[in-house]
């Protein structure tokens, strides 16, 4: 079978390659411990959920607009207003099949073949994919634990060049849980103002995770705004993975794009959740701040337990809910059955073989000394994984 060159360009993702593996050995009777996805395990609060039922009750049952319901568009508006002090329109604001559709809406609507798209690492995953499925060009800058993970003025100011299309970045972020303050993105905005060519995908989708402080948007700065994307949707905020919707807030003409290319690929998304949608982002936030006081909690208990691991270096995440630590100190040792751990990859297959635990190779995220784990678990689950791994780590030799 002869399938199109395109299929070459990305690799899957190695969360959800991961999550595969996993399941896999879960169904051959082994005990995995799932450190790895990005998912709250709590379940969707009862308004958003009652709200869904009145939709089916109501017959929700039809094709909406690509774009969403205009009262859908509308909530966005409104929390945007609310929560960020930001002024959109409906006409600004694309309904999509989860925040990773809008992602690519973005990209695509943007990027041509040859143009360069700046992202620091660690990133999270699917960015460079999806600049490579639109024929783009990755152009990796390297942050460090030093620095928290995030891009300087400095760096960016030498990453960008005539052939520069976009920035791509998330804060909180995926997977370092890195916060940009208000005053690290007013020294990055005077950077972009000097090069008007270059569009910049905000990720806000972690932004009701923040442990200390409060979310910033980039889209704050009127010298920007007009080239600012806004990714954000339900997912992680309000525990509703599995609802699927996400949506940019853009210019006006991006989202018009972003409308056309959805119309070919997905249309709307799905109209129940479009209703409890518009309850989810203008009703009542005590449900997510009691999540994030829990997260809260398994931050200090992860911090704690590999604080006790010899050999793992942390930082703590002022957001999101990964720690994303640097295991570098591991590589080159060997397993009780003789073979390498030869990097980060090598490091998380012996996890999860061995102490079945699953996690994420930093080298999918762009760094290739760390490991990503997620406390989106109970804390008994956190301690029970953390005991296999000390375990499995102290076996090495």
Known sequence: MALSSLM?????????????????????????????LGEPDFDTPEHIKAAA????DDNYSHYTPVSGYLDVRQAVCEKLLRDNGLTYT????????????????????????????????????TYSEIVRLAGGVPNMVRTSMESGFKI??????????????????????NPTGAVYTKDELAALVKVFEKHPQVYIMSDEI??????????????????????????????????????RLGYIAAPAEVAKAADKLQGQFTSATCSITQRAAIVALTGDLKPTKDMVEEFKRRRLKILGLISGVPGMVC????GAFYVFP????????KTPAGEVIADADALCMYLLNDAHVSTVSGKAFGEPNCIRISFANSVEKIEKGFGKIKKALEGLT
């Open 8 to 36: 070459t360009r990305f690799n899957e993702p190695e969360t959800l390659k991961m999550a595969k593996l996993g399941r896999e050995l879960r169904a051959q009777g082994h005990d995995i411990t799932d450190l790895s």
């Open 53 to 56: 039922r009145k939709a089916i």
């Open 90 to 125: 409906p006409d600004q604001i694309v309904v999509s099949t989860g925040a990773k559709q809008s992602i690519a809406n973005t990209v695509l609507a943007l990027v041509d073949a040859g143009e360069e798209v700046v992202i620091p690492t660690p990133y999270w995953v």
């Open 152 to 173: 300087t003025p400095a760096q960016l100011e030498n990453a960008i060049n005539d052939n520069t299309k976009l920035f791509m970045f998330s804060s909180p972020s």
């Open 206 to 243: 972690y932004e009701h995770i923040i442990f200390d402080g409060r979310h910033e948007s980039i889209a704050q700065f009127e010298s920007v705004k007009d080239r600012v994307i806004i990714i954000n949707g339900l997912s992680k905020g309000f525990a509703m993975t599995g609802w």
């Open 315 to 318: 930082s703590e995440p002022p």
């Open 326 to 333: 640097d295991v570098h100190a591991f590589f080159g040792k």
